[in-house]
């Protein structure tokens, strides 16, 4: 394809990552201006603290984008996932929005090596491992 075909495609991938800070911005003012009892409940509800909500809802609704790609690579399906382990799922999204190696699990998935080195740096490697032992009857 060339420029000409899709002239507009940068343009419009930088408008839509524009309009996606813009609201996680939106989001991070509307949870500020909640008074403390109603943020504690929203944690508890969520069943995380009222640090972990306040420090996911800093990292965005991209946090755990990383997750997907990785079940992905080690042919482990998320859908089904969901459906026999919900909350293992979720759990494993939360970890996964809260990591600091980001960087690292980025360039192992672009590069195609995640397989060979979440193990090392993957603080959801536990629960992937377990996912990937059969059940002994």
């Not at 813009?22 to 009892?37: A, F, K, N």
Request: aromatic share 4%; net charge negative; with cysteine.
């Amino acid at each position: 394809m060339t420029a000409q075909e899709h002239p507009f495609s940068r343009v419009e991938a930088l408008i839509n990552t524009f309009a996606d800070w813009l609201r996680h911005r939106q989001d991070l003012s509307e949870i500020r201006r909640m008074d403390t009892t109603q943020f504690d409940k929203i944690a508890s509800d969520l069943r995380v603290s009222p640090s972990e909500l306040d420090e996911l809802v800093r990292q965005g609704p991209h946090a755990a984008d990383e997750l997907p790609k990785l079940l992905k690579v080690l042919g482990i399906d998320e859908a089904d996932l969901a459906r026999t382990e919900p909350m293992v799922l979720r759990d494993m999204e939360r970890v996964c929005a809260l990591c600091a190696s980001k960087r690292q699990c980025d360039r192992d998935l672009a590069d195609g090596t995640s397989a060979e080195h979440y193990e090392g740096y993957c603080l959801n490697a536990p629960t992937i491992d377990s996912l990937n032992r059969p059940v002994k009857q």
